[in-house]
């Protein structure tokens, strides 16, 4: 059935592709003119012709096409590439992206042809600790193109098995002269209710051909308020009986005796008869699953961006060019979040009363006596910053030999405090709820019998936690390059390229003593004079469904923090082994130094040209990782070192078979180093006789790809053109825990540092050189095969109207594997990109749809339930529409709507009524003005 739907929407894309492409050649029959292309026509026709020249698969976003177009960063602006997926938060705001398919720790970043790295961790609770970048720190405003390989040349830097993506920021001489560029705009969340400001300036100028300077600046303190339901997966009930228990979640119990004040016509202290009340069976009962926390939050807060780029370029002869880049970006981000918790998880005091489930066994219907909520009051603040420097130069020695080079430095550094109260309802007080999740409903419906907003209602200390994180990234390396030949035709490329990268993580946490102190200074006596109303008026109103209560408390955060004395707590926290995230301390620095050699040439096949393109890149890598290790409640850090060596051959031609045809074959072998996360060393020994270890694995093998590409093009003129292209990668390099056997020397650690009973125990047998069996992440030869299609569509549609324009993109992806463990999650089997453009009489139009289909995140088993967690479709329109004033041709009325069909963000535990997170970031109008002078 997906086969077939999939080949009918290809059949409807091809069909609209034939009726433009019938009307192409009638515009090449016409008398030549000299006509000046600009706006979105232009961006795409640049695209076009950059795509065309190549020689390799490549898709490219031009400078118009971003500033013209609703997108509030570069993850946003590539989103339109086909192949590419994006990584949206909870805002709805794209943060990473993904290529072909595989997640964004496997899609080299590149800024100006050298590494970038931000020290950000990713979308809400991701927590990143792999090799993924934010891009949400990048405006489109300061950049001019973005340019993403899908196939490699031996000259890029390596490191991406799915592709690189190259961001070039703007320079002067991408359009000589003076000029100035301003855009001031307003952002309004209908979710949020406020206006926001957005701006930007650009100025640049250049003397002569010698030299060319180029300022920029964009800023942005936009009002975010994201209003959600969390589950965080379902569990089933401990209840023993035979044939109970099948589905082995086992994540809390019910009473088996009857509380006190628990209502419902229930007696106290009378044996809970579970089949009485639930009116199910016990195995069926057993094996019914219920939200852990059902839960409805609130994220509402502000994230602040200022960012800066100084570009400049010095050619003091025809023969001599020098530029210098220098980009930095500051971020700041304040949020209030808030959640109310059904207390499920780890549960042992409610009564189950008239319970229905479905065919799954998730719960539809159910009453829970003596049921219990908690409040999470989580609001945090973070800090990023990031910094960039790039000289470079090119010298054509001659006609026949050209030499560049360019050294690279970044820094970035990462700041985040979340500092959380949580409060309880009391037991015994007749608090009653009502679980009712409907078929077709986003999320279950949670109605208590009492007010959550009513600060005397009992709330009781669950916690204090005083947690925060530090991360900083550094970059550096040189590049060097050297053609010989015709760069434009036959040549002969070699280079070098070295380059040193640090990431380290460190995560604090004093919640022990926050704890001890804020619970005796503020008993639960007197929590009601710190609590106060909470902020979610409207609370899941964008969701369009009953969301069972529509506010609730929230801490009077400046009296408790005072109170509780909270930042002294969080100055003092001492380092701890993760962060709240589950993110490890740590530090990785790794050394690249790299070689290659590449050859460049056209050649004749029966009067065709054939561009191709050959070589080989060779690198070595070190790898210096360092972890805490905690033993007998000490932590010291442990550093292993490791090197390997890779070899990447690559091959790409493009063989002009017709004057508007071309036919572009790729070969090639990527790769992608391994999870650092996951080489950590973190030694620890839970056995008083020191026969067990763990231990992250400081060997681990990179991911390597074995890649087939082609493809076909056809050129209509213009910016239109039609490509179809297929793709096969061969992955290897997936890992699985495993226990291996090692010397107790090779561990890393001293013996001295063991308790005295483990090194006892290793003296009585063969002291250091005693065989431990160690738990370890270990790769395994099992090979993920991905095979893709990926369907291009730009064409003018003048014979219809002047300025009338469609794009389109489709990708198709089907993936398999020799194993269990080589699997992509978050990789979706369709999707797909349609726009309209109008451009004329002053008025630029742009209207389109994105659309991703489902997708499985995470495999099973979750929650010792055997169901993996999915994502469900997303589909979002979004429109810009560009007025240019006719007495005034410099300055044009701006208007953007982002996310107009109200999309949600989607998440389920294996069935479709089992939600684990529904997000509602609504809709987005960004109106303004845009200045040239």
């Known amino acids: 059935m997906n086969l077939i739907q999939n080949s009918l929407k290809l059949a409807l894309l091809g069909s609209v592709c034939a009726a433009t492409l019938i009307a192409a050649p009638v515009q090449a029959q016409q008398a030549p003119e000299e006509i000046v292309v600009t706006g979105i026509r232009r961006s795409l026709q640049d695209a076009a012709d950059s795509k ?156 002569g051909e010698k030299f060319g300077a180029l300022l920029g600046v964009a800023g942005a303190n936009v009002h975010y308020r994201t209003d959600g339901f969390e589950t965080i997966g379902y569990t089933t009930p401990t209840i023993s009986c035979a044939g109970c228990n099948t589905s082995q979640g086992v994540g809390f119990s019910f009473a088996t005796t009857v509380p006190a004040n628990a209502g419902q016509g229930l007696t106290p202290g009378a044996p809970v008869n579970l089949v009485q009340t639930s ?106 910053d990031f910094f960039n420097v790039n000289p470079g130069g090119t010298w054509w020695v001659n006609d026949w030999l050209k030499i560049q080079g360019q050294v690279n430095y970044g820094l970035s550094h990462f700041h985040r405090v979340a500092n959380s109260y949580l409060f309880n309802t009391p037991l015994n007080s007749g608090l009653a709820v009502t679980l009712d999740n409907p078929a077709g409903a986003d999320f279950p419906i949670v109605t208590p019998n009492q007010s959550l907003d009513n600060p005397n209602l009992g709330w009781q200390w669950n916690s204090i936690r005083v947690q925060s994180v530090r991360r900083s990234t550094t970059t550096r390396g040189t590049h060097w390059d050297g053609t010989v030949g015709d760069e434009n035709g036959d040549n002969i490329k070699v280079g070098v390229a070295y380059d040193d990268a ?216 213009g910016s239109g053109y039609l490509a179809v292209n297929f793709f096969h990668k061969a992955i290897n390099g997936f890992t699985v825990n495993q226990q291996v056997t090692r010397p107790f020397s090779d561990l890393g650690i001293p013996l001295s540092s063991l308790a005295q009973i483990q090194q006892d125990a290793l003296l009585g047998r063969q002291g250091v050189n005693t065989l431990i069996s160690v738990n370890t992440q270990v790769n395994i030869g099992q090979t993920l095969y991905l095979n893709g299609l990926e369907l291009t569509v730009n064409q003018p549609l003048d014979f219809i109207t002047k300025g009338l324009g469609f794009t389109g993109n489709y990708t198709h992806i089907d993936q398999s594997s020799t194993g269990t463990a080589a699997v992509a999650t978050g990789l979706a089997k369709y999707a797909y990109n349609i726009g309209a453009y109008y451009e004329n009489y002053g008025v630029s139009l742009r209207v389109t749809y994105n659309y991703l289909n489902g997708r499985v995140t995470a495999t099973a088993p979750q929650n010792n339930v055997n169901v993996p967690l999915r994502t469900d479709p997303y589909g979002q329109i979004d429109m810009s529409v560009n007025y240019t004033l006719p007495w005034m041709e410099n300055i044009q009325l701006t208007f953007n709507g982002i996310n107009l069909n109200n999309e949600r963000i989607r998440n389920t535990f294996g069935y479709d009524n089992a939600a684990y997170s529904v997000y509602y970031p609504g809709r987005q109008f960004i109106f303004g003005v845009r200045g040239k002078f």
């Open 279 to 384: 009116g199910l069976s016990l195995q069926q009962l057993s094996n019914s699953l219920w939200p852990r926390l059902a839960r409805n939050a609130i994220l509402d807060g502000t994230r602040d961006r200022a960012s800066a780029v100084l570009a400049l370029e010095f050619r003091p002869t025809d023969r001599l060019q020098f530029t210098l880049d220098i980009l930095g970006a500051k971020a700041n981000r304040n949020f209030n979040r808030l959640d109310m918790n059904l207390a499920q998880r780890n549960s042992n005091f409610t009564v189950p009363i008239g319970v229905q489930v479905d065919a799954n066994n998730v719960v539809t219907h159910a009453t829970l006596a003596n049921a219990q909520f908690f409040l999470e009051a989580r609001p945090y603040s973070e800090d990023v």
């Open 502 to 717: 640090l990431r380290t993580i460190k995560a604090y946490d004093n919640g022990t003593a926050a704890n001890t102190f804020g619970q005796s200074a503020v008993p639960n006596s007197s929590l009601s004079q710190f609590l106060i109303s909470g902020p979610a008026d409207g609370l899941l109103g964008l969701s369009g469904q009953n969301p069972g209560y529509t506010r609730f408390v929230q801490p009077n955060y400046g009296k408790l923090d005072a109170a509780t004395n909270l930042k002294f707590f969080s100055d003092s926290a001492p380092f701890v082994l993760s962060s709240a995230t589950n993110t490890p301390s740590g530090a990785i620095r790794e050394k690249n130094l790299g070689g290659y050699a590449e050859i460049n040439g056209v050649a004749k096949f029966f009067d065709r040209d054939i561009r191709m393109n050959a070589g080989v890149r060779a690198i070595r890598t070190q790898q210096s990782i360092t972890g805490p290790i905690s033993i007998n409640g000490v932590i010291s850090s442990q550093t292993l070192d490791t090197s390997y060596n890779a070899y990447l051959p690559s091959f790409n031609a493009a063989v002009d078979l017709w004057k508007n045809v071309v036919l572009r074959l790729a070969g090639s072998r990527t790769m992608t180093r391994p999870n650092p996360n996951q080489m950590l060393p973190g030694t620890t020994f839970s056995d008083p006789s020191a026969q067990v270890a763990n231990q992250g694995n400081p060997n681990l093998a990179p991911y390597y790809s074995d890649n087939a590409d082609i493809g076909l093009e056809y050129y209509t003129g």
């Open 52 to 207: 065309r020249r190549a020689t390799n698969f490549t898709d490219s976003v031009y400078a118009e096409d971003i500033g013209k177009f609703p997108d509030l960063n570069l993850a946003e602006a590539l989103n339109r590439i086909p192949g590419v997926q994006l990584t949206r938060d909870t805002s709805g705001e794209g943060v990473q992206i993904s290529v072909r398919g595989l997640g964004p720790s496997f899609t080299k970043i590149l800024l100006n042809g050298s590494q970038v790295a931000v020290a950000s961790d990713g979308t809400t609770d991701s927590g990143n600790s792999n090799r993924e970048v934010d891009l949400d720190m990048f405006p489109t405003e300061l950049f001019t193109k973005l340019e993403v390989s899908k196939t490699p040349t031996a000259h890029q830097l390596e490191g991406g098995v799915a592709g690189t993506v190259d961001m070039r920021n703007a320079r002067a001489f991408d359009n000589p002269g003076m000029h100035a560029n301003v855009v001031a705009q307003g952002q309004y969340n209908d979710s949020s209710g406020k206006y926001s400001p957005r701006g930007a300036m650009i100025v640049s100028n250049t003397w």
